[in-house]
């Protein structure tokens, strides 16, 4: 039964009832329509619309229908009705009959459904939230462990630097960091209310909106009923987000395909997130990973989606505002399960520590320390830069690490050589150089990895 047979004289066609009806994927947000009915049950009841036993029958039912769809929502979806809304309503008018057909006063699925996708979005960023902290207590497991590894640190993926495995992983600990407080800063500003502005006008009952709103976990109700109902800045915001955190899991798992591959590797990954090949017996490929990397288009594309869609639309209400909810439920559920799979790929991944030494002792990632050695004789960085080039394409073509040189091959490229040159180029001194705020030394690290284990145990 549609909610507005009166006016027509004519039933749908089938096909474009099909095509208009939202109930195959607006059913998962048949317990947050529920709870902004109750709320809406209890703000027609505070201006005589409704008695007090009205209030207290169409409560109980509306409790009656929660229980009854909270573990199976998917039943909904097979049901005729041409959207959430109207599924409940009439759910609600078998259980009570004709009060049931008074809760709608005042009341239009315009406010309803924006109502209902914020619930649904606080509800969804509540779970996100927990899934980026438990992924950030996998990696900080990991750094924990891995503070005196040795890695090798690029740029342009060639060898640069030495730093530590753990402040590698650090530094995706930052990005998550981001991550968490970009969802926690969109839950506050969609933090108001649209119930009460009706259709487009706000409504015709003198109903106390700011109340209605704290009723609903809201720090207030919005300010103009024509924004209210046509607004759909949370969905982009929250698509933005998690895109931007897809794009941080992609490059994770960028790294970590590299870092695992055969020609590298410097880590393993576990079984238990790794598939083999139908006809190459010797091969495990991190699938887990690559699919991380490949969803990240799909979450970035339901972003574009919803942009276009909102694009030059004009106000208020329009039907386009339904191709909200398909892009935004599908890119969390993605989303959700990466950051799941990262945490579970973190949960037993193996670091090959022998191949991550070797690695960060070739490539000349110590050359950096031997141009400071020079400047700390007093020679200008500009000069020491040029006469470490040389020196390295002498080792390049000796086939010798810069620390294997003896002093007398250090000595043709400049007299101020001497003994102490052998320590600059240990790579532990060249961590331990870098005790700065944010760098890679093991007392920053250290210090880094108490702070967020500080800041995670107070979530
Ligand atoms: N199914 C609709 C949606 O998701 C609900 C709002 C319908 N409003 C209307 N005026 N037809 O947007």
Sequence with gaps: ???????????????????????????????????????WANAIASVGVITDEELASLKKALEELYEEHKDNLEKIALCDDEDI????????????????????????RNDQVALDLKLWCRHA??????????????????????????????THLQRAQPITFSHYVLAYMQMFERDYRRFNNALSLMSTCPLGSAALAGTAYKIDRDKLAKELQ?????YNSLDAVSDRDHVIEILSCASISMVHLSRLAEDLIIYNSGEANFVELSDKVTSGSSLMPQKKNPDALELIRGKCGRVIGSLNAILMTTKALPLA???????????????????HDCLDMMALVFEDIKINKENVLNAALGGYSNATELADYLVSKKIPFREAHEIVGSTVLYAIEQEKRLEELSLDEFKKFHAV?????YTCLDLNVALSKRDVLGGC???????????????????
């Design 417 to 421: 050589f001497d003994e102490s040159v």
């Design 1 to 39: 039964m549609a909610l507005w047979g009166g006016r027509f004289k004519q039933d749908s066609d089938v096909r474009f009832k099909h095509f208009n009806d939202s109930l195959k994927f607006d059913y998962k947000m048949a317990l947050e329509d529920i709870e902004g009915s109750i709320a």
């Design 317 to 335: 209400y329009d039907k386009d505002l339904q191709e909200d909810k398909e892009g935004l439920f599908n890119a969390l559920d993605t989303y």
């Design 85 to 108: 809304h109207s599924y409940i309503e009439r759910r609600l008018i078998e259980k009570v009959g004709v009060l049931g057909k008074k809760l709608h006063t005042g009341r239009s």
């Design 218 to 222: 809201f720090e207030r109700a919005t």
């Design 441 to 459: 030394a093991l007392n920053q690290t250290k210090l880094e990895i108490e702070r967020f284990e500080n800041l995670l145990s107070s979530r």
């Design 125 to 154: 960023l509540e779970s996100v939230l927990l899934s980026i902290t438990n992924l950030q207590k996998q990696l900080l497991k990991v750094a924990k462990e891995n503070q005196g590894q040795i890695f090798p640190g690029y």
